[in-house]
């Protein structure tokens, strides 16, 4: 089992960084592919970035391609999401979430194959 606590959302300016982290307990963090999802109040939980397990491959949202940087340290047990430029449309409850088994990379976009989640971070963004 993997227990994932995030940390870093606050109040940021439009234009500002934040960095996310994704604390996971166990020596298992490795085994899995990691994600970062957002919700926003009244949506629905969205994808926003995920990583493979060795860190080699990440995938992105388009509404952040370029923007936010998704990264891994398998000795640490932790997994980051720097967020550059912010928008108030960034503004959502982060979530830090593992998957076991990526048969194949859709995997990743799709909450519900995901294992493992975190109780999530607030990020505000005002404009």
């Known amino acids: 089992q993997v227990q994932l606590v995030e940390s870093g959302g606050q109040l940021v300016q439009a234009g500002g960084s934040l960095r996310l982290s994704c604390a996971a307990s166990?020596?298992?963090?490795?085994?899995?592919?990691m994600g970062w999802f957002r919700q926003a109040p009244g949506k629905e939980r969205e994808f926003v970035a995920a990583?493979?397990?060795?860190?080699?491959?990440?995938y992105y949202a388009d509404s952040v391609k370029g923007r936010f940087t998704i990264s891994r340290d398998n000795a640490k047990n932790t997994l980051y999401l720097q967020m550059n430029s912010l928008k108030p449309e960034d503004t959502a409850v982060y979530y830090c979430a593992a998957i076991r088994n990526v048969p194949s990379i859709s995997y990743y976009y799709q909450p519900k194959e995901y294992n493992y989640w975190g109780q999530g971070t607030q990020v505000t963004v005002s404009s």
């Open positions: 166990g020596r298992t963090f490795g085994n899995y592919g």
């Open positions: 990583i493979n397990r060795n860190g080699g491959s990440t």
